[in-house]
Nanobody, 126 residues
């Protein structure tokens, strides 16, 4: 069982930056691919960014060039650095983990992930 705890969400203004963290339990963090998802009210959950155990990354087009996903395997933590935030980035952001034997693989669909955090609210005011 892997537990995920997100932190860092808060109210910010458009153009601000914010860094989300997702701390995980377990001893084999490097064998998990990780993803950040978000869900706005009335909308479906969508992938924001994903990272493989080996550090390969994927970004949704809507955040490419503004957001950066990274991981610190020594700290069992994955981060989402969000710059140039827009009101449309407002959502509950959740991290997810999927065990993978392939260090280069990341995953883009919610159903592929095994574990989820509770989420952290990010609100961007205009």
């Amino acid at each position: 069982q892997v537990q995920l705890v997100e932190s860092g969400g808060r109210l910010v203004q458009a153009g601000d930056s914010l860094r989300l963290s997702c701390a995980t339990s377990g001893r084999t963090f490097s064998s998990y691919a990780m993803g950040w998802f978000r869900q706005a009210p009335g909308k479906q959950r969508e992938l924001v960014a994903a990272i493989s155990g080996g550090g390969s990354t994927y970004y949704a087009d809507s955040v490419k060039g503004r957001f950066t996903i990274s991981r610190d395997n020594a700290k069992n933590t994955v981060y989402l650095q969000m710059n140039s935030l827009k009101p449309e980035d407002t959502a509950v952001y959740s991290c997810a983990a999927k065990h993978s034997y392939y260090s280069s693989n990341y995953y883009t669909r919610p159903g592929e992930y095994d574990y989820w955090g509770q989420g952290t609210q990010v609100t961007v005011s205009s």
